[in-house]
C-alpha cells in the first residue's frame, strides 16, 4: 500500500531553515538541537525498553529548567543545552542495544512530536508501548515509564495491543492523528509495520466522517484561539494557521483525498517551531502563548532584528499555512458531498465527467466550484487579473490555485495609468464586500498585490500594537473596504469610497503623521489608477481627514458654530466637491470603526458622526447643479439623418432615433440580448437636438463574457428595434429562463430615491443597485409602466454599483407632482430590482 507520504519514521529530518544575517545560523542551531535531542532520547528509551543501563557517563535526558530565572543561556553550538539535554547526551558516550536484547513482540512507537522529531523543550513526549498480548507487558512498562517520570519529563503513555489501538483510533480523533505520525523507536518492526497498515487502512475507509469530524474539530479550535497571523498574543500551536494545522494538513493527505503541505507550508511550519523552541529555552516553560512581554526575547533567541520583524514574520507564515488549508478543506467537502451523491458501485470520479464549465465574466468561468480561466482568456490583456478576481469575489467562489499561478506566472499587468477597465474590476472587487477578503488574500499570497500596488509591501503583515485593532495593517485595510462596500449607496461615488477605504492607512511605516504622509501616497495612488486629476485630489483629502469626523465628533461640542467650520474648512482641499466628501468620510469612518474591532465603534459614536456629518452638509449646501450635457459634433452629425441611424464603434454604441416613449430602456434591452452590459449611458433632451423630434442615446458597453458581439448583428437588431419589428421582451424572457442564476454575494438591498428640488421640469429618479444584466431595461420599463417618459439619463456602472439618475416627465411633460404617485414610482421600480 502506498502512502500520501512517507511515515514519520521513514523520513530524514528536515535541513536546517534558511535565514537571512544572524537568524539564518541562530535557526539552524535550533533545528539541530532537536534533530540531536530526538536521537538521544531515542537510544536511552531504546536502553530501557531492552532492561540495559544507560552509560554511566550519561545520564538519563533531563526536562528543560523550569524556574526562567534558573534556565542556562541558550547556546548556538550543537553541544549546548538548547535542546533540554545536558551536554553530548548521548550522542558519543551512549549505545543502543541490539534487538537481540529486546523482548519478543513488544515495540514502543512515538506519537506526536517526538515522532516528527520536533520535540521542543517544553514538550511532551508521547510514547506507546505495543505488544502481541504479553502476558508481563506492565513489568517492561514500569522499566521504561518511572525513568522517564524521574527524569522529569512530561510523559503521556498507553500500553496497547495492535486490535486495541486501532479500536482507540477509530473511536478518538486525538489517538487517530497520533498514531498516523506513529514512529518505531525500538523492538518488533513489524508489530509496528502492521499497527501502521491498520490505522491508515481503517483511516483512509473511513475518510468520509473522519475528515467531517476532523473539520468540525479545528473550525471549534478556531473559534476558541483566534487566527494567528492577527493576534497581538498569539497560540503558535493551536490558533487557526498555526502547529496543529499543518499537522492536520498532514493527516488530510493521509486519507489520500488532498495533497500534503507544499514548500512554502513546510517552510512556515519550520519558523513557527523554532519561535516555539525559542519560547520555550525563553521562559523555561512550556507555553505556546507568546505574550507581549517575550516578544523581545524571543526575537533576539532567533537573530532577528526586533519584536514587530517577529510578528511580521509570524503573520507571514500564518497567513500561508492558512490559505493552503482553505484549498484543502473545500477539497474535502468536494470528496464528502462527491461520497454522498455517488450511487453504490459508480466508480470514484465517473460523475465528475463532462463538469459544466459556465462563465462568471469575461475570461473567467466556473468549474468544480472554482472560477478558472476561460479558454480564449487574453492573458495579454492588462485588466484580466483583476477582473477574472472581481468575477472569483462577486460570485463568491475561489480563485482555482492553478489559475491563480498562471496569473502570476504569465498574465499581463496594467500598465501607469491603469487603463479604466483595471481600474473598474479593482472596484468590482472590492464592492464584492467580505467575499472579496479571501480573494484578495489569494492574490497577495501569489505576489500579485504588491505588484499591482508597489505601496502595499510596506503596510504588508504590519503589526499594530494597540489592542483596539484586530487586524495587521494590510488586513485592516481590505476589511474596511469590504466593509464599505455596504455602504456605497450613502455616497455619489462608490469607487471613491472603496478606494479610500483600502487606501486610508496606507502612510503606516512613514515617518510622522500616517494621515498626512498616506494622503500623498494616496494622491499618486489614484493617478496610478488613472483617476482624473480631480479624483485623485479627492482621494487625497479623503485620507489626510479620514479620522476628522470621529475625533471630532468625541472630542468637540457639535453644537458650537466653530466644530462645523473645523469640518468644512478641513474638506476644503477638494474645490467643488466638499459635500460629496464629507459624506465620503462619514461613511469611512462607519466602515473603519467596524474593521478595527468592537472598542473603536459603537451606537454612541456613530450617532455622533452621523449627526456632525449631517450639519457639515448642510453647511456646504447650496451649490449649483451641472449644466445640461451638449450634444458633441459626432452625435449632430448623427442626428441630422432623417429616420434612425445607428453607429456602433468598438465598445460605444450610439443612436439617433425619432424620440418616443420607452427608446432608452428598449435600446438597451437590445444590448442585454447581446449579452452586452452597459458601463455608461446619455441620453440628450429632445428639445437639445437640432430637431424637436429627434433624441440622442449614447451607450458605453463591453460584453459580459467573452469576445464582443458582431457589429453588424448589433445594429441590425437595433434597426428592427427602431422599427418596430423586434421583441425585445420576450427574447429576454426567453434569454432569462435559459439562465441558470447563481445566488453570488450578499450586496446591499437596492435604493430608489425621488429627488426633490433637483429639477423643476421634471421628477428626477435616482437608482443605485448591484449591477446585473439586463438592469436598465428593467428600470426603465418600470419607468415606463407608471406613464412616466425618460427626458434624459445619466447612467454609469462603477465596479459593480449602478448609479443611474433619470430625468421623467409624464404624458403631458410634467413632473409629478402627487405624492401618492411618486410613492407608486418608487415602488414600482424597487420590485423591478428584485
Known amino acids: ?62 526536562q528543560a529548567p523550569s524556574p526562567r530565572e534558573h534556565a542556562p543561556p541558550a547556546e548556538t553550538s550543537s553541544g549546548s543545552h538548547i535542546g533540554g539535554l545536558q551536554n553530548g547526551g548521548l550522542q558519543n558516550g551512549g549505545f543502543g542495544p541490539s534487538d537481540a536484547l529486546m523482548p519478543e513482540g513488544v515495540a514502543l512507537v512515538a506519537v506526536g512530536s517526538h515522532a516528527r522529531r520536533e520535540l521542543t523543550p517544553g514538550g511532551d513526549l508521547d510514547l506507546v508501548l505495543l ?33 486495541e489501538a486501532r479500536t482507540v483510533a477509530r473511536g478518538d480523533m486525538k489517538a487517530a492523528l497520533g498514531l498516523l505520525s506513529a514512529r518505531r523507536v525500538a523492538g518488533d518492526q513489524a508489530l509496528v509495520d502492521e499497527l501502521r497498515a491498520a490505522v491508515l487502512a481503517d483511516w483512509r475507509a473511513d475518510a468520509p466522517t473522519r475528515l467531517v469530524e476532523l473539520s468540525a474539530m479545528c473550525r471549534e479550535r478556531w473559534e476558541t484561539h483566534g487566527e494567528l497571523a492577527f493576534l497581538l498574543e498569539p497560540d503558535l500551536k493551536e490558533a487557526h494557521g498555526g502547529l496543529r494545522d499543518v499537522h492536520v494538513m498532514h493527516a488530510v493527505a493521509a486519507s489520500w483525498v488532498a495533497s500534503g503541505p507544499d514548500a512554502g507550508v513546510r517552510a512556515a511550519h519550520d519558523l513557527l517551531l523554532d519561535i516555539r523552541h525559542a519560547l520555550h529555552e525563553v521562559t523555561g516553560r512550556s507555553t505556546d502563548r507568546l505574550v507581549l512581554q517575550e516578544q523581545e526575547a524571543v526575537a533576539r533567541a532567533l537573530g532577528l532584528p526586533d519584536a514587530d520583524v517577529l510578528q511580521r514574520s509570524i503573520a507571514e507564515a500564518a497567513r500561508t499555512v492558512t490559505y493552503q488549508a482553505s484549498h484543502l478543506w473545500r477539497r474535502v467537502e468536494n470528496f464528502v458531498r462527491a461520497k454522498h451523491r455517488q450511487p453504490p458501485g459508480v466508480p470514484q470520479g465517473a460523475a465528475r465527467r463532462g463538469v459544466e464549465r459556465r462563465p462568471v465574466g469575461d475570461g473567467a468561468v466556473e468549474h468544480e466550484g472554482e472560477v478558472v480561466l476561460a479558454r480564449n482568456a487574453d492573458l495579454n490583456d492588462p485588466a484580466l487579473v483583476l477582473r477574472v478576481a472581481a468575477a472569483a469575489a462577486q460570485t463568491g467562489l475561489p480563485l482555482a490555485p492553478a489559475t491563480l499561478a498562471r496569473l502570476a506566472e504569465r498574465a499581463a499587468l496594467p500598465p501607469v495609468p491603469w487603463p479604466a477597465e483595471a481600474r473598474d474590476a ?140 473645523t469640518v468644512t474648512a478641513a474638506v476644503s482641499g477638494a474645490p467643488g466637491r466638499e459635500r460629496e466628501v464629507v459624506d465620503l468620510l462619514a461613511a469611512l469612518a462607519v466602515a473603519d470603526g467596524g474593521a478595527t474591532g468592537p472598542a473603536a465603534w459603537g451606537a454612541w459614536k456613530a450617532g455622533l458622526v452621523a449627526e456632525l456629518a449631517r450639519r457639515a452638509a448642510a453647511a456646504l449646501s447650496g451649490g449649483t447643479p451641472p449644466p445640461a450635457p451638449a450634444l458633441a459634433a459626432d452625435h449632430l452629425a448623427l442626428a441630422r439623418h432623417d429616420g434612425a441611424a445607428v453607429r456602433v464603434t468598438g465598445s460605444r454604441i450610439t443612436i439617433a432615433a425619432p424620440d418616443r416613449p420607452g427608446l432608452l430602456w428598449r435600446a438597451a434591452g437590445v444590448l442585454a440580448l447581446h449579452r452586452l452590459a452597459v458601463k455608461t449611458a446619455r441620453t440628450i433632451s429632445s428639445t437639445a437636438a437640432p430637431s424637436a423630434q429627434t433624441a440622442v442615446l449614447d451607450f458605453t458597453a463591453v460584453p459580459e463574457y467573452g469576445t464582443p458581439p458582431d457589429p453588424a448583428g448589433l445594429e441590425a437588431d437595433l434597426r428592427r428595434m427602431l422599427a418596430g419589428r423586434l421583441d425585445v421582451a420576450e427574447r429576454l424572457e426567453r434569454r432569462a429562463r435559459s439562465v441558470r442564476i447563481r445566488p453570488g454575494v450578499t450586496v446591499p438591498p437596492p435604493r430608489v430615491t425621488i429627488v426633490d428640488d433637483a429639477s423643476r421640469t421634471a421628477t428626477v429618479v435616482e437608482v443605485r443597485a448591484h449591477d446585473r444584466p439586463g438592469l436598465l431595461w428593467r428600470v426603465g420599463q418600470a419607468l415606463g409602466s407608471c406613464g412616466l417618459q425618460v427626458r434624459a439619463a445619466q447612467v454609469d456602472t462603477l465596479g459593480a454599483e449602478a448609479v443611474d439618475v433619470f430625468y421623467t416627465v409624464d404624458e403631458h411633460g410634467r413632473p409629478l407632482d402627487d405624492p401618492d404617485a411618486l410613492a407608486a414610482v418608487r415602488t414600482r421600480v424597487l420590485r423591478a430590482l428584485h
Open 131 to 163: 505488544h502481541r498480548g504479553l502476558a508481563g507487558v506492565a513489568a517492561i512498562a514500569d522499566r521504561v515509564w518511572y525513568p522517564v517520570w524521574d527524569s522529569g519529563l512530561r510523559l503521556d503513555h498507553s500500553v496497547r495491543t495492535v486490535a
Open 1 to 62: 500500500m502506498t502512502l500520501a507520504h512517507p511515515p514519520a519514521g521513514d523520513r530524514a529530518p528536515a535541513p536546517a531553515p534558511a535565514g537571512g544575517g544572524a537568524a539564518g545560523p541562530a535557526r539552524a542551531a535550533l533545528a539541530a538541537a532537536r534533530t540531536s535531542r530526538a536521537a538521544d532520547l531515542d537510544r536511552w528509551l531504546t536502553s530501557l525498553l531492552a532492561g540495559t543501563p544507560p552509560h554511566p557517563e550519561t545520564g538519563p535526558p533531563r
Open 426 to 565: 479593482l472596484v468590482s472587487l472590492l464592492g464584492a464586500g467580505p467575499a472579496a477578503i479571501a480573494v484578495w488574500e489569494a492574490l497577495d499570497q501569489a505576489g500579485l498585490i504588491v505588484r499591482l500596488l508597489p505601496d502595499w509591501e510596506r503596510v504588508r503583515n504590519r503589526p499594530q500594537r494597540n489592542p483596539v485593532h484586530r487586524f495587521t495593517v494590510d488586513r485592516h485595510l481590505v476589511e474596511t473596504a469590504a466593509g464599505a462596500a455596504a455602504l456605497t449607496r450613502e455616497v455619489a461615488r462608490p469607487d471613491l469610497l472603496l478606494v479610500g477605504a483600502l487606501l486610508h492607512d496606507i502612510g503606516k511605516g512613514l515617518p510622522g503623521d500616517h494621515s498626512a504622509s498616506g494622503a500623498v501616497v494616496a494622491r499618486d495612488i489614484g493617478a496610478r489608477l488613472g483617476f482624473p486629476e480631480e479624483d485623485a485630489r479627492v482621494l487625497e483629502t479623503v485620507v489626510r481627514n479620514h479620522l476628522l469626523l470621529p475625533e471630532t465628533a468625541t472630542r468637540r461640542d457639535i453644537d458650537d458654530p466653530v466644530t462645523v467650520q
